[in-house]
């Protein structure tokens, strides 16, 4: 029996961060007719946020941890699930390994992006789909056959492919969540993305398959599931079929889907408010022409409009958005901030771009002028529109969005507070963030009860400042009661709160203007029981 561990280092440790790509390939070995009597195959994932990863400072010392515990298994081969974040600690677990005698084979992102830079540093890379190339390899290795990878399909059927959830490879209980695959490749090609040279035909999963993976989550009661399928709603029928058998399935696991803007109506917004779910949606930028650039398409007038009937029918969703992007300047960015922020996402991602080896802005990234990291994780350094000044400015505010926006769950009252102040979102997210400096609030504090006295404490400050103190104590009621609700929605604990206005008021039409409502409403303190 030759024994075989499939592995990767996990960039976090949250039901979303799941070894997917390992146990997709450890599932392919398992299965694969040439090695299925031979091979005993084993999944072992490490998180960077492992209690025993985590306080060790270098690359060195946890490519040593990790090669320790590899070790103990006594493999003959390894198969390393290489990304951005893991990279430089794989390619020194595997110096370690190699001197035990271990084979290493490596895939993934990484790997596929640029294979040749990697010589020597493992024994074999695969690239692409590794699920019938890895198990070739393998029975190749075993078997001392002949091995052509330049045989295989460019990719795969996905009738032929396994499921690691079905054969038990992986227990998404034991992650508190599972990744959800329902097809592979996407209809766009946004520059950025290791998508945009791929063959722009999306291969889904079959529907049997799906069904099975459904029940199993079902039978497991997976809190959350994240559903890897970047257009999603592209295809109405099958996405409204599908809405339909979680929420027969699966009540209470609450589900995270990517979804385009462009392709949401009244009908598929319905459907999403059946199931417990929040829906994430690219924007990246609100300028066409930087988009144009990225190849994105973005039609403005039906994004506005789209992101309405999500709104109107209450369907939780959030936008992403990328800094530096080619042609987006600082003053577009903010403007990227403002537009998102009047949409009333649930939350905002902000992300800096990365320049990824394999991908069409890598290799048009002199054309464009980019500066960026040559070493993972290939950070935009500088455009000729955008400065290193101008990035870290663009980093301070994604910290104070994330930090007042995001973990402060502001979307009810946010825009009420920045239109009594006159203010625009960037403009707020950045005299927030100078407030936190000075009075020493840090940023990556995610417990609410704290985030909150400070957002009151702020926005206190601010009306004070502009002798709009008649505001403040409205405006606090608004934060409170709503922060409390959120609380009690998130946690199911009751809490008592005191306000100075009555609750009905707050909790109407009225508290969407300051100035109305401290006009119309009076003054009637009380405590009460959310
Ligand atoms: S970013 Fe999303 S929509 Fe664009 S090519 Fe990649 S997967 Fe497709």
Sequence with gaps: MTKIICTTLLVEKSPQALPLGAACVASAIKHYAGTEKECDVKLISFSREDEEILPLKSDEEKADFIACRLLEENPQIV???????????????????????????????????????????????????????????????????????????????????????????????????ALWELARGCPFKCSYCYESKGEKTVRLFPEERIDKELE????????????????????????????????????????????????????????????????????????????????????????????????????????????GLPGESFASFREGINFAVGLYPNNIEIFCLSVLPGTDLFDRAQELNLTFEQTPPYNIIKTDKFSPEDKKKASTLAQACSYFY????????????????????????????????????????????????????????????????????????????????????ATGISEKIRLTYPPEYIDSQYSLDLDFFIKNVHPKPCEIKI
């Design 216 to 323: 199993l989550f079902a039978q497991k009661k997976v809190p959350q599931v994240f559903v890897l399928d970047p257009t999603y709603n592209a295809n109405k029928e099958r996405a409204l079929a599908l809405l339909k058998k979680i929420a027969r399935l699966t009540p209470d696991t609450f589900y995270y889907f990517e979804a385009r803007a462009e392709f949401i109506d009244r009908q598929l917004a319905k459907a999403f408010t059946k199931i417990n779910c929040a829906l994430q949606i690219g924007l990246q930028s609100a300028d066409e022409n930087v988009l144009r650039k990225v190849n994105r398409s973005f039609n403005k007038k039906l994004f506005v409009k789209n992101i309405g009937i999500l709104n109107q029918e209450g369907v939780t969703f959030g936008l992403d958005l990328i800094y």
């Design 79 to 177: 198969c390393m699930s290489v990304f951005v974040w893991n990279r430089t600690i794989f390619e020194l677990c595997a110096e370690r390994l190699h001197k035990q005698g271990v084979i290493i084979i490596a895939g993934g992102p990484e790997i596929t992006a640029h294979p040749d830079i990697f010589e020597g540093t493992f024994d074999y890379t695969v690239c692409g789909e590794g699920e019938i190339k890895v198990p070739c390899l393998i029975e190749s290795i075993i078997f001392n056959k002949p091995y052509s990878p330049e045989t295989f399909p460019k990719s795969l059927d996905l009738k032929d492919i396994p499921s690691p959830y079905l054969d038990d490879t992986i227990d998404p209980t034991e992650f508190g969540g």
């Design 406 to 489: 995001n973990d402060g769950r502001a979307v009810p009252w946010f825009m009420t507070i920045c239109r009594s102040l006159k203010t625009k979102p960037a403009a707020f997210f950045e005299q927030f963030y100078d407030y936190a400096g000075k009075n020493k609030i840090t940023l990556d504090c995610c417990e609410h009860k704290i985030i909150e006295e400070n957002q009151i404490k702020f926005i206190t400050s601010l009306y004070k400042q502009r002798q709009l103190d008649r505001y403040t104590k409205a405006a606090a009621d608004i934060i409170r009661f709503n922060g409390a609700i959120s609380r009690k929605t």
